[in-house]
Nanobody, 122 residues
């Protein structure tokens, strides 16, 4: 099993910044794909950003240029730096990890964190 623990959520004004962290522990050997998802009230969970073991990243169009995903391999932790936040970024943000993922995104095992609330409001 892999355990994922997120932190860093909170309340921020529009235009502000937050940094989310997600630490992985347990049987992490084989994890080669990490990502952030979010789910707003009444909406489906959506992919925000991904980072693979080779360092390649991808972003949802709605966050490109504002969010940055990164990782610290020594700490088994990924981050999501969120700048220029908008009210529509309000959601529960979930950390994701996949083991032995292939180029098509199929992973033999997947894991989720418990989620952290991000609220962008005046």
């Amino acid at each position: 099993q892999v355990q994922l623990v997120e932190s860093g959520g909170g309340l921020v004004q529009p235009g502000g910044s937050l940094r989310l962290s997600c630490a992985a522990s347990g049987r992490i050997f084989g994890v080669n794909h990490r990502a952030w998802y979010r789910q707003a009230p009444g909406k489906q969970r959506e992919l925000v950003a991904t980072i693979s073991s080779d360092g390649s990243t991808s972003y949802a169009d709605s966050v490109k240029g504002r969010f940055t995903i990164s990782r610290d391999n020594a700490k088994n932790t990924i981050y999501l730096q969120m700048n220029s936040l908008k009210p529509e970024d309000t959601a529960v943000y979930y950390c994701y990890a996949g083991k032995y993922c292939d180029g098509r995104g199929y992973c033999t095992s997947t894991y989720w964190g418990q989620g952290t609330q991000v609220t962008v409001s005046t």
